[in-house]
T-cell receptor, first 114, second 114 residues
Framework: KQEVTQIPAALSVPEGENLVLNCSFT??????LQWFRQDPGKGLTSLLL?????REQTSGRLNASLDKSSGRSTLYIAASQPGDSATYLC?????????????FGKGTLLTVNP | GAGVSQSPSNKVTEKGKDVELRCDPI?????LYWYRQRLGQGLEFLIY????????KSGLPSDRFSAERTGESVSTLTIQRTQQEDSAVYLC????????????FGEGSRLTVL
């Protein structure tokens, strides 16, 4: 059974700092990995999707990397801003079988202080 | 609409009442998911619809939960005889088949059972 862990559970940083959020998964047979952002009381917004054949994806100040063999992904946020404050979730889609299901981590609550 | 639409956004009900939650997926998306997010917990898979195929109901927590989908359009999630432990945010997502497998989520329906 796939398990996804996100560390740290919470992170507080001053504005302007670069930061890294971590996601690990137990079964390396994945189809893709998706990073989401969730604001309080809101739904999930997709940030980046990495296919299993890819090593990284970039969007603006965000960069996500994937090391499938070691079961790890990182989300790098450059020059953080107060507006980046949210919960960041990673989700893994397994390959084969019920490959339509995503397994989610519990998220990292990020606070960027002005 | 441009995104996944869910209604109601908030529902407060008394224990034992039935509730119905609605999801309108992005037009053209054949795959539709329901997830549940309890306070402080990760997202739990509930059910998956894909076109006219039999849905995967393996995540429904009890027989009080049911879901339907009309063709490749609207879906309703029904909870009968609600219990306090059903209190959660119910999130709907859709995805285009044959694409990169990216999921797009709605804003969720927050259910509170008193």
């Amino acid at each position: 059974k796939q398990e996804v862990t996100q560390i740290p559970a919470a992170l507080s940083v001053p504005e302007g700092e670069n930061l890294v959020l971590n996601c690990s998964f137990t079964d390396s047979a994945i189809y893709n990995l998706q990073w989401f952002r969730q604001d309080p009381g809101k739904g999930l917004t997709s940030l980046l999707l990495i296919q299993s054949s890819q090593r990284e994806q970039t969007s603006g100040r965000l960069n996500a990397s994937l090391d499938k063999s070691s079961g790890r992904s990182t989300l790098y946020i450059a020059a953080s801003q107060p507006g980046d404050s949210a919960t960041y979730l990673c989700a893994v889609r397994n390959s084969g079988g019920s490959n339509y299901k995503l397994t989610f981590g519990k998220g990292t609550l990020l606070t960027v202080n002005p | 609409g441009a995104g996944v639409s869910q209604s109601p956004s908030n529902k407060v009900t008394e224990k034992g009442k039935d509730v119905e939650l609605r999801c309108d997926p992005i037009s053209g998306h054949t795959a539709l998911y329901w997830y549940r997010q309890r306070l402080g917990q990760g997202l739990e898979f509930l059910i998956y619809f894909q076109g006219n195929s039999a849905p995967d109901k393996s995540g429904l927590p009890s027989d009080r939960f049911s879901a339907e989908r009309t063709g490749e359009s609207v879906s309703t999630l029904t909870i009968q005889r609600t219990q306090q432990e059903d209190s959660a945010v119910y999130l709907c997502a859709s995805s285009p088949v044959g694409g990169r497998g990216e999921l797009f989520f709605g804003e969720g329906s927050r259910l509170t059972v008193l």
